[in-house]
């Protein structure tokens, strides 16, 4: 058991909760000033977040807890740091400083407090993947929901706030399920600290352990609303193709949350020897199917980029919580891999749709569609004077960023889609070594709709950037900044070295699956921190 030999674990959430604090006294007109506030304070988590990631990692793995109040466990608010919980930190940074540099252009100033709504929400995301509490995990989801109800309205508009109204009523229904389950589970148990929580579900027998499985599912429900898993996710195209870019960006990562506490919470509580069994995995794997085919079937029938990019972002959710269902060390491994490599690109597609977006007359859309559906244009026409035209430079851009984003999101090769895919379909396949193991049928199952999905993700991408660069009815060209492209081909080049170093990074995933599926490690940690001065007992009733 390590013990955090500083306060560094803490920075992730102190950072930007003062940040954001801080800029509420300044008027909006200030603008320089909160640009300045908010992209250092984001450069500074990306730092601290490859610091605690750097420090996981070193000497064969270690977790780190942090005792709020410097009171005892299980009694104590404490702040568990291992391999996954670092490796969302650092997603989350990275994902958060290229919005930030993109709102700068123009959203920033589209509404009232962006910058302090955004690291508020920051705050809620670090809390969220730190946490080891399940009543602050609650905490922590409310604070980035209510920054994330703040951001999702930004901009305002009709449709802007029909969406945005759907969310917040949704999460709001979600956040009682929350409450209510943490309800059942502490009434048997008398605790909320998750390790803790492992050591005594293991004892509990009967009615008792009836209620907190029943109190466990309905967090479950909670947490897969969050995810965006079907059925419950009608919500979410609509609400993130409604957002601003830089908002849908970070958003990118929220469903990734539902995710991480499902993964979390399923194996450290059910999963371990002594207390497995199987509780909830094939729910999981069914669900995180039908999720698949569901956003699959949207890409097809989306028109609209924004969409189709909500739709992806189901896709990848339904990859996701396939691959918790499954409950394979390898499988969770490569799934852990997807999730870095379909967020940064997720994110890139945001910012990039809104790009194109400028050079595109909506009535020229529709017009280009009805022309589509009913064989109009087809004559041949003259040929005209030029033989060719030369493509201006920024569609070129835009055109090239618009492929990666495609092959990624596809899981074509050679980026780090496919490689996320070919990971789990080899630990699939060939669970223990070359020629061993037994092949499940749900691999066969998972398979396909992996490769479907992509299939169907290739035909919607080409389809629409055809209609976007080789079919423009208006031809012009759309006036974009530096600092709006920057940060798109940022996150894409991330993608590319995610490629390039897919041998370490796989190598710190394994370790960090490995951790997941064997908790023991975990709740020793949290059982045994020690405190920096201990209470003096004697004093206490």
Same mark, same amino acid.
């Given at each position: 058991?390590?013990?955090?030999?500083?306060?560094?674990?803490?920075?992730?959430?102190?950072?930007?909760?003062?940040?954001?604090?801080?800029l509420?006294?300044?008027?909006?007109?200030?603008?320089?000033?909160?640009?300045?506030v908010?992209?250092?304070?984001?450069?500074?988590?990306?730092?601290? +977040?490859?610091?605690?990631?750097?420090?996981?990692?070193?000497?064969?793995g270690?977790?780190?807890?942090?005792?709020?109040?410097?009171?005892?466990?299980?009694?104590?608010?404490?702040?568990?740091?291992?391999?996954?919980?670092?490796?969302?930190l650092?997603?989350?940074?990275?994902?958060?400083?290229?919005?930030?540099?993109?709102?700068i252009?123009?959203?920033?100033?589209?509404?009232?407090?962006?910058?302090?709504?955004?690291?508020?929400?920051?705050?809620?995301?670090?809390?969220?993947?730190?946490?080891?509490?399940?009543?602050?995990?609650? !905490?922590?989801?409310?604070?980035?929901?209510?920054?994330?109800?703040?951001?999702?309205?930004?901009?305002?508009?009709?449709l802007?706030?029909?969406?945005?109204?759907?969310?917040?009523?949704?999460?709001?229904?979600?956040?009682l399920?929350?409450?209510?389950?943490?309800?059942?589970?502490?009434?048997?148990?008398?605790?909320?600290n998750?390790?803790?929580?492992?050591? !005594?579900?293991?004892?509990?027998?009967?009615?008792?352990?009836?209620?907190?499985?029943?109190?466990?599912?309905?967090?479950?429900?909670?947490?897969?609303v969050?995810?965006?898993?079907?059925?419950?996710?009608?919500?979410?195209?609509?609400?993130?193709s409604? +957002?601003?870019?830089?908002?849908?960006?970070?958003?990118?990562?929220l469903?990734? @949350?539902?995710?991480?506490?499902?993964?979390?919470f399923?194996?450290?509580?059910?999963?371990?020897?002594?207390?497995?069994?199987?509780?909830?995995?094939? +729910?999981?794997?069914?669900?995180?199917?039908?999720t698949?085919?569901?956003?699959a079937?949207?890409?097809?029938?989306?028109?609209?980029?924004?969409?189709?990019?909500?739709?992806?972002?189901? !896709?990848?959710s339904?990859?996701?919580?396939?691959?918790?269902?499954?409950?394979?060390?390898?499988?969770t491994a490569?799934?852990?891999?997807?999730?870095?490599?379909?967020?940064?690109?997720?994110?890139?597609?945001?910012?990039?749709?809104?790009l194109?977006?400028?050079?595109?007359?909506?009535?020229?859309?529709?017009?280009?569609?009805?022309?589509?559906?009913?064989?109009?244009?087809?004559?041949?026409?003259?040929?005209?004077?030029?033989?060719?035209v030369?493509?201006?430079?920024?569609?070129a851009?835009?055109? @090239?960023?618009?492929?990666?984003?495609?092959?990624?999101?596809?899981?074509?090769?050679?980026?780090?889609?496919?490689?996320?895919?070919?990971?789990?379909?080899?630990?699939?396949?060939?669970?223990?070594? @070359?020629?061993?193991? !037994?092949?499940?049928?749900?691999?066969?199952?998972?398979?396909?709709?992996?490769?479907?999905?992509?299939?169907?993700?290739?035909?919607?991408?080409?389809?629409?950037?055809?209609?976007a660069?080789?079919?423009?009815?208006?031809?012009?060209?759309?006036?974009?900044?530096l600092?709006?492209?920057?940060?798109?081909?940022?996150?894409?080049?991330?993608?590319?070295?995610?490629?390039?170093?897919?041998g370490?990074?796989?190598?710190?995933?394994?370790?960090?699956?490995?951790?997941?599926?064997?908790?023991?490690?975990?709740?020793?940690?949290?059982?045994?921190?020690?405190?920096?001065?201990?209470?003096?007992?004697?004093?206490?009733?």
């Amino acid at each position: 058991m390590m013990s955090a030999p500083s306060h560094l674990i803490i920075a992730p959430i102190l950072i930007p909760l003062l940040a954001g604090a801080l800029l509420l006294f300044f008027e909006d007109r200030e603008r320089r000033l909160k640009d300045a506030v908010s992209i250092l304070t984001s450069a500074a988590l990306v730092v601290v +977040a490859a610091v605690l990631l750097f420090r996981t990692g070193a000497d064969g793995g270690r977790i780190f807890v942090y005792l709020l109040g410097n009171w005892p466990s299980p009694i104590a608010i404490n702040l568990v740091l291992d391999r996954l919980s670092a490796m969302m930190l650092l997603l989350t940074a990275v994902l958060a400083l290229p919005a930030l540099v993109f709102s700068i252009a123009r959203w920033q100033r589209a509404g009232a407090h962006f910058h302090s709504l955004f690291l508020f929400l920051l705050v809620g995301l670090n809390g969220a993947f730190l946490t080891g509490d399940l009543f602050n995990l609650f !905490v922590f989801f409310e604070v980035l929901l209510a920054a994330s109800y703040g951001l999702m309205l930004h901009g305002s508009g009709q449709l802007r706030v029909r969406a945005g109204m759907h969310y917040i009523v949704i999460n709001l229904a979600a956040s009682l399920l929350f409450l209510i389950g943490v309800a059942m589970i502490y009434s048997v148990t008398g605790t909320l600290n998750m390790a803790h929580l492992a050591i !005594v579900l293991q004892g509990l027998e009967g009615e008792s352990r009836f209620m907190a499985e029943a109190g466990a599912g309905i967090l479950g429900i909670a947490f897969l609303v969050k995810a965006g898993s079907w059925p419950l996710n009608f919500w979410l195209p609509t609400a993130y193709s409604a +957002a601003a870019a830089p908002v849908a960006a970070i958003f990118a990562i929220l469903t990734k @949350v539902g995710v991480y506490v499902l993964l979390r919470f399923s194996l450290l509580l059910f999963g371990s020897e002594a207390a497995s069994t199987g509780f909830g995995e094939q +729910a999981l794997f069914f669900v995180g199917m039908a999720t698949i085919l569901f956003g699959a079937i949207g890409i097809l029938a989306s028109q609209a980029l924004g969409r189709l990019a909500g739709y992806s972002v189901l !896709v990848s959710s339904g990859t996701l919580l396939a691959a918790v269902g499954f409950a394979q060390t390898g499988v969770t491994a490569g799934a852990l891999f997807y999730l870095i490599s379909s967020t940064l690109t997720l994110s890139a597609f945001f910012m990039l749709i809104e790009l194109i977006a400028r050079g595109q007359d909506p009535a020229a859309d529709v017009l280009a569609v009805t022309m589509e559906a009913y064989g109009e244009g087809e004559e041949e026409k003259e040929e005209a004077e030029e033989v060719g035209v030369t493509i201006p430079e920024t569609l070129a851009v835009l055109g @090239v960023s618009f492929a990666a984003c495609g092959i990624l999101l596809a899981g074509l090769p050679p980026l780090s889609g496919f490689v996320a895919k070919f990971a789990m379909l080899t630990s699939m396949f060939n669970p223990d070594g @070359v020629g061993e193991g !037994v092949i499940r049928h749900s691999s066969w199952w998972l398979a396909s709709f992996l490769i479907l999905s992509g299939f169907a993700t290739l035909i919607a991408m080409t389809r629409a950037g055809i209609s976007a660069f080789w079919a423009r009815i208006d031809g012009e060209v759309p006036r974009v900044l530096l600092v709006e492209m920057a940060p798109v081909a940022a996150l894409l080049a991330m993608t590319v070295f995610l490629t390039i170093g897919a041998g370490p990074v796989m190598r710190f995933l394994e370790a960090a699956a490995a951790d997941l599926h064997s908790p023991q490690a975990y709740i020793q940690s949290v059982m045994e921190a020690v405190q920096a001065v201990p209470h003096a007992r004697e004093v206490l009733p």
